[in-house]
């Protein structure tokens, strides 16, 4: 597509044109035209990691930025507005999991009463009271399998409310997929895009299957702990509460560590996503230009990234528990010895003491488990944040809200002054002027990057021009359809054998049809048409 057809397109003075050879000239703005001096390679390709085809077999590069860590509070509070449209059956899991942890805490001081029943038969002339301890019991046990029961009710409730947002969440990507810009797709790695839509969904999901009901259980087992507590020995409670903000330091601190090491974890394995699927993709080209070596090397540091980064979220998000373990073993430590001590005073029963030490276990457990639902939590964040900045990705610009009509398309093409190029700092097309008249045959030749399939590109509106306007009989492309617009266009992506018995039949005179091939390719034209 030279000039109006005729090979002579000329730079206009102050930006670039297109020669009759097919290559760009430069305009110096004095003299006119330069036909024989050449836009270097390097000025007329993309910027390095972006891939200027938008369609055909070519690599893209699979490197991407390290990320620093994100808004953890605000992440989360995103997430939860995912499940507003659950809120009714959020709060029902929530009634179910305060019903089920009030029994299971009311168990222990039952149990106490029990050991009382036997201490007090034990030392009384009239012997254990076998009646009434087998009441206490018999409460405990209906005590302990309806608790069961409301607990198994919330966590079927609690998953179904994960996975209608989980399903509400990949329809919101399903949806931006279809309505990002090609040039989104273009310059992003494949196999990181496809992480982000499998894996980091998949890894939100199981995080918040696991986290959730366990998270919502022991928040609520510690506050009925420690009110049981309070009623039994205030003293003995304050001791076992010495433990609450120790753990909430150790593990704000570790957590901080950790959660770098999960972000990085995710974007080393998005990255080597991208490095086999373009390598797999791309393998015809690696061996023809003998990179193996390099692919293999290239692997190989991030697969050694990943699994340092791996290795470290684990490593430090591990350290929790143990840390959580030690603190409670001294805190069971002081509670036995402080309530030994009131129970030779009198001033407990043995029955008190053993619920108080059953009740400071079932306060430090849930306490190490929030521990380490933190560190689930903490990788599901970091997948999810993944996942939100694939969703706050700019869409494409939508069609014009009255769009143009081609009611006889005939097929004549007008680039006037466009302008466009794929990098700010780096331009492309500055002043391009041509028309292609209805039947006319017009090649394009340069050299790699010189813009050839960008014109396609830009007449297909898989990108969208910068300034200046193109035309399709008379009307604005950009005021057209998409649909209707490729509707009217044929596209041959390179290295791609079209049989035309495979394809639904033109018009002879082909006059409705543009046939647009970026070479090499092949065509199977039919008789009728030569």
Not at 391 to 402: H, Q, S
Not at 469 to 477: A, E, K, Q
Request: proline content about 5%; glycine content about 8%; hydrophobic content about 40%.
């Amino acid at each position: 597509m030279s000039g109006r057809g005729n090979g002579n397109g000329p730079g206009d003075g102050n930006g670039t044109g297109r020669t009759g050879n097919g290559r760009w000239a430069r305009g110096n703005g004095d003299n006119g035209p330069r036909p024989d001096e050449d836009i270097p390679e390097s000025e007329a390709k993309m910027p390095e990691g972006q891939s200027r085809t938008t369609f055909g077999s070519r690599m893209s590069a699979a490197g991407m930025p390290a990320e620093r860590a994100k808004d953890f509070g605000g992440s989360l509070g995103r997430l939860a507005h995912l499940m507003r449209k659950e809120m009714a059956r959020v709060i029902t899991v929530l009634c179910l999991a305060v019903a089920s942890v009030t029994l299971t805490v009311i168990g222990p001081r039952l149990l106490g009463h029990a050991t009382n029943i036997v201490v007090q038969g034990a030392f009384s002339p009239r012997g254990i009271d076998f009646p009434a301890l087998h009441r206490t019991l018999l409460r405990v046990v209906l005590l302990y399998a309806v608790a069961a029961g409301l607990a198994i009710a919330q966590g079927r409730m609690l998953a179904a409310v994960v996975q209608r947002t989980m399903q509400r969440l990949r329809s919101a990507v399903e949806d931006k997929l279809n309505a990002l810009p090609l040039q989104y797709i273009d310059t992003t790695p494949r196999g990181d895009l496809l992480s982000r839509v499998t894996n980091d969904i998949d890894n939100v999901q199981q995080s918040l299957q696991q986290s959730l009901s366990q998270m919502l259980t022991s928040l609520l087992t510690i506050l009925g702990v420690v009110i049981m507590m309070f009623t039994i020995s205030w003293p003995l409670a304050v001791i076992a509460l010495v433990t609450i903000p120790v753990s909430i330091l150790l593990t704000r601190v570790i957590a901080k560590r950790s959660k770098r090491q999960f972000i990085a974890q995710w974007t080393r394995t998005g990255d080597l996503n991208a490095q086999v699927e373009e390598a797999f993709t791309g393998h015809t080209l690696v061996k023809v230009f003998g990179r193996q070596g390099a692919v293999e090397e290239t692997f190989r540091r991030t697969n050694d990234d990943l699994y340092d980064a791996s290795f470290k979220a684990q490593f430090i998000s591990g350290t929790i528990q143990p840390m959580m373990m030690f603190l409670g073993n001294l805190n069971f430590v002081a509670i036995a010895v402080i309530g030994g001590l009131r129970v030779t005073s009198g001033q407990m029963t043995i029955g008190d003491i053993q619920a108080f030490i059953q009740y400071s276990r079932q306060f430090t457990q849930p306490l190490t488990q929030l521990a380490a639902i933190f560190n689930v939590l903490q990788s599901g964040i970091a997948s999810v944040e993944r996942v939100f900045e694939l969703l706050d990705a700019e869409a494409e610009v939508p069609d014009a809200a009255v769009p143009l009509h081609d009611d006889q398309p005939r097929g004549r093409v007008v680039f006037e002054h466009v302008r466009f190029s794929y990098s700010p700092d780096k331009p492309l097309i500055t002043d391009l002027s041509l028309v292609a008249e209805p039947g006319q045959t017009i090649a394009i030749v340069g050299p790699t990057g010189a813009g050839k399939t960008t014109l396609v590109n830009l007449l297909m509106r898989f990108y969208d021009i910068q300034g200046g306007t193109i035309s399709l009989d008379g009307n604005d492309v950009s005021k057209m359809t998409r649909r209707e617009l490729r509707s009217n266009l044929g596209m041959v992506p390179p290295n791609s054998q079209v049989s035309w018995s495979t394809m639904p039949r033109f018009d002879r005179s082909f006059r409705r049809v543009i046939l647009l091939t970026s070479l090499p390719s092949r065509l199977i034209v039919p008789s009728w048409m030569s």
